[in-house]
């Protein structure tokens, strides 16, 4: 069986717009699949329909080949498919470590067992010395780490970083790079990267879809949509490299 979480043929309209048009995607397991596109192009959307957060109004999500299309976010997580978002969204009156715990305890473990496992798994992303910390006084980028972990718990088969790299410096998108590289080396698991950050997807993604204005305009390795001018034309020469040449 083919393991690998898809969409296939995704439409999704909000009041007569379309955000979303005939979208088909491929996240395969032990890989990283790159989504990227200019503001507004629908890659948020698209990560709420692959994670039950939004309805696609035609089209699948299947899992391993079988369709969890219209499946309730918190079915998804159980399933094995995990997200960070945007905004991080931790517990701001928690630690860090219960924000972790509280999630494992979400998916069916003991407060003990949950406990272990978020001390485990901190521990594993280098982060342990924050586990006191209040998660709503948090540096940005520690927040983002944190949102790493706990979308790791119970080590998913798919997890979905929503712009993890958002306000890090190189080098730390340069640390994250290494985190996506372990998760995929030791946790087996297909991470699809939705990114801004054009250098950091380059560099790391196997496979890179492009959307535009609701709509994948370019699939492909990264040498391909480097140098594709259907890619180069969304982005109106805006959006630049690692080694800082316009994309």
């Not at 979480?5 to 717009?17: C, Q, R």
């Not at 928690?94 to 473990?109: A, K, M, P, Q, R």
Request: glycine share 12%.
């Amino acid at each position: 069986m083919v393991q690998s979480l898809s969409a296939a043929g995704v439409s999704v309209s909000f009041e007569g717009l379309k955000a979303l048009s005939n979208v088909t995607l491929d996240v395969p397991r032990e890989k990283v699949t790159g989504l990227i596109g200019p503001n507004g192009a629908g890659k948020t959307t698209l990560v709420n329909v692959l994670t039950g957060f939004q309805k696609p109004t035609d089209g699948m999500v299947s899992l391993d080949g079988e369709s969890i299309t219209g499946v309730l976010p918190h079915r998804v997580r159980q399933k094995g498919i995990a997200r960070t978002f945007q905004s991080g969204r931790l517990f701001a009156d928690l630690s860090v470590l219960d924000n972790l715990e509280v999630t494992g305890v979400g998916l069916g473990l003991s407060r003990r067992v949950a406990a272990r496992k978020a001390d485990e798994m901190l521990d594993w992303i280098g982060i342990a010395h924050l586990a006191e910390r209040m998660a709503g006084g948090l540096p940005y980028t520690d927040e983002r780490r944190v949102a790493i972990g706990r979308a790791l718990m119970l080590e998913p088969g798919y997890v979905l970083l929503d712009e993890p790299a958002a306000g890090m410096s190189q080098d730390e998108a340069g640390e994250l790079a290494k985190l996506i590289r372990r998760i995929i080396a030791e946790m087996k698991c297909g991470v699809l990267l939705i990114e801004h950050n054009i250098g950091l997807v380059l560099n790391i993604c196997d496979h890179i879809h492009v959307l535009d204005s609701g709509e994948v305009i370019e699939v492909g390795p990264p040498a391909v949509i480097k140098a594709s001018e259907k890619v180069r034309h969304a982005y109106m020469g805006t959006q630049v490299d690692a080694e800082g040449a316009v994309l």
